[in-house]
């Protein structure tokens, strides 16, 4: 299980309900990996904000007819069809 940080703000919690709490970000968003939670406590109402981890991802571009994420396994002849294409971009 990861470190989660938990900051408590406008008065105090059981640890059951903060752990309540948690249980139910990672039950409600099962994909994301929770890193944090701010909950601001007005009286009997919480307001709760998650923190989440960053995913990392592969970049993969469709290049001479191929999927590929990086250029390293081309051949010489590949790099150089890739390096005379003509790239498209938005006027800035």
Known sequence: MTNITVNVKGGTLEQSEIDAYIARAKEKY??????????????????????????PFERIRRITGYLVGTLDRFNNAKRAEEADRVKHGLPQ
């Open 30 to 55: 099962p994909d994301k990996q929770i890193s944090g939670i701010d909950i601001n406590v007005d009286g009997e109402f919480v307001d709760l904000t998650y923190h989440w981890q960053t995913v």
